[in-house]
């Protein structure tokens, strides 16, 4: 499941993160992740390439689709030339009609698009649902039990959110008719200043926390990011939840026409690589791909790339199915790297993704995965795909998991949302406060590792683009040598203000570094070269 993180809005009332997007950016934060100290050194790195002209290494971006004619994507998009455009001919064979610029999994034959979809949890609900709502505990055959606790544990997780969400709705409605009419007046009185401007709410320095949460609310309410239109829009986005996510009778799949549990049922979807949603997976590929230097939104990472489109991650959780194919797809046609910034708490096919990793192992291809967003320690919550599946002997040598870093390295390293794991997490990347390409030549500011997944997939396929000689799996482990030591520091844990030694979030206990990992891919490249 895709998701953005957006600031703090309501925190304290809402409880959870939406989608969201920012249309100014500030000039603190343009390209931080690229060129500011506590960035991944990336300009200093192209200092030490200018001599070389490097291999273009293709990049999968498992996503929503990308807006593949954006201005600062010009020259950045994968072409199949083994197709012939629009002859309705799969004129290479690969089981893909016109697949031009990648391949769509979530839409039909006749260019329609399925919407939004099912968690996974709930799918699986509906999945068991029949079996057993009318069969007592007793009755259950020890051959079914397995299955029987399954259908208990997903049956309450749903019906808990539902509730859950369905109370949050109406929290939100009471603050916007009882509260948010009030907040300017609050405000005033905690600044003593009826008529307050925004000069007036920056220079006010509050020193407990209801003071500074009440300062940020002012700040969004003059700037007009709080209003009754945002609170409109996030009760309509937690009603599409309940509607959607979490209704066990919402169809999802029909209107594609496959059957989702049948990896051999394959001819299904469309060229369609955009789609109707494609604001998360342009963003991702700017952030890996965007033009460099041409002064116009964030520069990529890797300036020696071409994006394949592989649209498979809907509005909800993406089909295991759809994922595992699009792997298979990205390696078959060329990728040396693919970026998958997505992720679900259950997985309903998890041999037949961890198969398809393995094929990208088999065949050298980096898979890069993005850790979540919802701050919880991964090696108590599941996030699939995972690097070690409880029927794996060892570990994926060609995955990467990547948690979210920010700019401010000083006790708040680890952003607030991101999933962390000492042995489950590789090492964190910029994914806080991150300004790039959003379809229809805009640019936002987004957030989640959903952004610090792509800054990884960049830094691998420029090390590959410039230093060919090096395997991915060389690649990989130049990655996580090279980033910047912060395992003593002292950070706040994801989600709260405990604080914690960065090494505990993840196995390297550093965030990766540009310059460094060219420095050690030159000379082992050097080495291999002898």
Do not use: C
Not at 52 to 71: L, W
Not at 285 to 303: F, K, L
């Amino acid at each position: 499941m895709k998701r953005i993180i957006q600031k703090l809005i309501l925190p304290a009332l809402i409880g959870v993160y939406f989608s969201t997007a920012y249309a100014q950016v500030d000039e603190d934060v343009l390209n931080w992740y690229n060129t500011k100290k506590t960035g991944m050194s990336t300009e200093k790195a192209y200092k030490k390439l200018k001599r070389i002209t490097p291999d273009t290494v293709i990049v999968a971006i498992i996503d929503s689709g990308i807006d593949i004619e954006h201005e600062d994507l010009k020259g950045k998009i994968w072409t199949n030339t083994k197709e012939i455009p629009g002859n309705g001919i799969d004129d290479d064979g690969n089981g893909y009609v016109d697949d031009i610029h990648g391949w769509n999994f979530l839409g039909n034959k006749d260019g329609e698009h399925q919407g939004p979809a099912r968690l996974e949890v709930t799918r699986i609900y509906a999945k068991l649902k029949p079996r057993f709502e009318d069969v007592e505990a007793s009755d259950v055959s020890n051959e079914d039990r397995k299955d029987y606790e399954l259908y208990l544990e997903t049956k309450k997780t749903v019906e808990d959110n539902i509730e859950k969400y369905k109370g949050i709705i109406e929290q939100t409605k009471q603050f916007k008719e009882q509260m948010l009419p009030m907040l300017p007046g609050m405000i005033g009185n905690m600044i003593g200043k009826e008529d307050y401007t925004e000069e007036d709410l920056n220079e006010w320095e509050p020193e407990d926390a209801q003071g500074k949460q009440m300062k940020r609310i002012g700040l969004q309410l003059i700037s007009g990011e709080l209003n009754e239109e945002m609170i409109d829009k996030q009760i309509e986005q937690i009603q599409g939840m309940v509607d959607h996510h979490h209704n066990p009778d919402y169809d999802d799949r029909s209107l594609i026409g496959d059957d989702p549990y049948d990896m051999t049922d394959t001819d299904y979807g469309n060229n369609d690589v955009e789609g109707p949603d494609a604001l998360h997976g342009t963003h991702v590929g700017g952030i890996v791909a965007a033009t460099r230097g041409n002064e116009i939104g964030g520069d990529g990472v890797a300036n020696n790339v071409l994006l394949m489109s592989l649209r498979a991650v809907p509005d909800g959780d993406e089909f295991d199915k759809d994922i595992a194919l699009a792997i298979r797809y990205a390696v078959d046609n060329g990728a040396k790297v693919i970026n998958g910034s997505f992720g679900k708490s259950y997985s309903s096919m998890p041999k037949e993704v961890h198969d398809a990793i393995l094929y990208a192992q088999e065949n050298d291809v980096l898979f890069v995965h993005a850790a979540g967003n919802s701050a919880e320690d991964l090696a108590e919550n599941d996030n699939y795909p995972t690097s070690m599946y409880s029927f794996q002997k060892e570990p994926f040598t060609h995955m990467l998991t990547i948690g979210a870093s920010t700019r401010r390295h000083k006790g708040e390293l680890a952003a607030v949302f991101s999933n962390h794991g000492q042995k489950e997490v590789d090492v964190f990347a910029p994914g806080a406060e991150i300004y790039n390409t959003v379809p229809d030549n805009e640019y936002q500011e987004l957030q989640g590792t959903s952004m610090a997944s792509p800054m990884v997939a960049g830094v691998a396929a420029l090390l590959k683009g410039y230093y060919p000689v090096l395997t991915m799996k060389e690649v990989r482990q130049i990655i996580l040598d090279s980033a910047d030591d912060f395992a003593d520091t002292d950070q706040k844990l994801p989600g709260g203000d405990e604080m914690v030694k960065f090494g505990t979030l993840s196995v390297t206990g550093g965030v990766v570094n540009v310059k460094s990992a060219v420095k050690a891919a030159k000379k082992l490249a050097k080495e291999k070269s002898k």
